[in-house]
């Protein structure tokens, strides 16, 4: 849900479509265990889809591999076939 949040967001360029993206994304970041995202980001790190970049601050900034970016591109293209498919079934 973040990754697919921030790349939404990089790809809108209005500020209008932009806040909606930010309010879906407050909105489910609610809903989400911080338990589990945090177990969820290790194995994402252990699976070597994700490596972490220290910032000045101490905090660390979560960035996409080229074998994440991978996966996600396949789970983009497959999540806009079965939309198609979707659309074409009504």
């Known amino acids: 849900m973040l990754i697919m949040g921030g790349l939404a967001l990089s790809l809108n360029y209005l500020p209008g479509k ?3 993206v930010l309010n879906e994304i407050k909105k489910e ?11 969820d ?10 490596s ?3 910032n000045p601050d101490g905090t660390l900034t979560l960035v996409l ?11 983009l293209i ?3 076939r079965w939309n198609l498919l979707l659309s074409f079934s009504i």
């Open 18 to 20: 932009r806040s909606r």
């Open 29 to 39: 970041w609610k809903e989400i265990e911080k338990k589990r995202l945090s177990a």
């Open 41 to 50: 980001i290790r194995e994402l790190y252990r699976s070597k889809l994700i």
């Open 52 to 54: 972490a970049k220290p």
């Open 65 to 75: 591999t080229d074998k994440g970016k991978q996966r996600l591109f396949i789970r």
């Open 78 to 80: 497959a999540e806009m």
